[in-house]
C-alpha cells in the first residue's frame, strides 16, 4: 500500500468521508460479511480499501462503486482489473437495474451519513436481485431502521425498510476506529430481503404516502394525519382505529391501509 498517498489525502466533507483504520473492527466487519469466492459483491464508498481490501483476500473479487476521482486512481493502483472491478460514479444516481446485470448481488458498504436513507430507497428497487446488504451507518440511524412499534425511533424509515427486509443490528463501532473521527457511533446492520412472494402486495407510491402522512406530525392520531386521503370509515375498513398514532401501528396495519386507499381510488395520481 502506498501509505504516503493515503497520508496525503485528507477526508473530504462533501463526501461525508471517514475511513476506518482500526484493525479489529475491520476483521469483526469482514466475519459479520462472511465473503466467499463466487459472490457478487459490491461495495458502496470503498474509501481507502480498508474493507475491499480484506474482502478480495477472501473472496477474490468484489466490484465497487466510488465518487471521489482521487480514491478511484488510488484504487485502480491497487488492484488489478481481476481483483476489482471499479465503478466511478455516484451511487445515488447509478442505474443499480444494470450493475453486474444478472447476478445476485450482495451490497456492503460504509455509508455517507448525508445520503444514507435516500440510498437506502434507492436500493430498494433492485431489493428483488439482492441476497443480502451490510452496512456501517451512524447508530440513530441503524436503531430506526430496525425499531419496534412503540419505540421513539420507530418511524417513516422503520416501516418503509421493514416491509421489503429481515433486519438486524450486529453491533456498534466507536468513533476512533476512524481517520478522522466523526462525532457519532456507527453500526452495523443486516438487511435480508423477504421474498417477493412473501409480501403483501401494496401499491408502492400509495404506501410510501400513508407512512409519510402517517409520521409527519407524530402526535397526531391517524384520523387527523390521513384526513386528506381516508376517512374514518376508510381507516377502519383497514381494521385499523382511527384513534390510534402511526409509532403504534406494525408494518402490516400500513400495508392495510394502503390496500384501502388503492381499492378506494384506482388512480394513485388522483391522490
Avoid: C
Avoid at 462472511?34 to 474482502?55: C, M, T, Y
Amino acid at each position: 500500500m502506498k501509505q504516503e498517498w493515503l497520508e496525503g489525502h485528507h477526508a473530504r466533507k462533501r463526501f461525508g468521508q471517514n475511513f476506518l483504520h482500526d484493525r479489529h473492527w475491520i476483521e469483526r466487519i469482514i466475519r459479520g460479511i462472511d465473503p466467499k469466492p463466487g459472490d457478487a459483491l459490491i461495495e458502496i464508498g470503498p474509501g481507502q480499501a480498508a474493507i475491499s481490501r480484506e474482502i478480495i483476500a477472501v473472496a477474490g473479487h468484489e466490484a465497487a462503486v466510488e465518487i471521489d476521482r482521487d480514491l478511484a486512481a488510488f484504487l485502480r493502483e491497487q488492484f488489478t482489473p481481476e481483483e476489482l472491478t471499479l465503478i466511478e460514479a455516484d451511487a445515488l444516481k447509478l442505474d443499480w437495474a444494470t450493475v453486474l446485470n444478472g447476478k445476485r448481488l450482495r451490497v456492503i458498504g460504509n455509508l455517507p451519513y448525508n445520503i444514507s436513507s435516500p440510498l437506502l430507497f434507492t436500493l430498494m428497487t433492485i431489493a428483488d436481485r439482492v441476497i443480502d446488504q451490510h452496512f456501517m451507518l451512524q447508530r440513530e440511524v441503524v436503531d430506526r431502521m430496525v425499531a419496534e412499534p412503540g419505540s421513539k425511533t420507530y418511524g417513516r424509515l422503520s416501516v418503509m425498510l421493514q416491509y421489503r427486509y429481515v433486519m438486524h443490528k450486529l453491533f456498534d463501532v466507536p468513533p476512533g476506529a476512524f481517520v478522522p473521527p466523526p462525532k457519532v457511533t456507527s453500526s452495523i446492520v443486516r438487511m435480508v430481503p423477504r421474498p417477493v412472494e412473501s409480501l403483501e402486495p401494496v401499491d408502492a407510491d400509495i404506501f410510501a404516502k400513508v407512512v409519510a402522512l402517517a409520521f409527519q406530525q407524530r402526535r397526531k392520531t391517524l384520523r387527523n394525519a390521513l384526513s386528506t386521503i381516508m376517512s374514518e370509515a376508510d381507516i377502519e375498513t383497514a381494521g385499523v382505529s382511527p384513534a390510534a398514532r402511526a409509532e403504534t401501528l406494525p408494518v402490516d396495519a400500513y400495508v392495510r391501509l394502503a390496500q384501502t386507499v388503492a381499492n378506494r381510488a384506482p388512480n394513485p395520481d388522483a391522490l
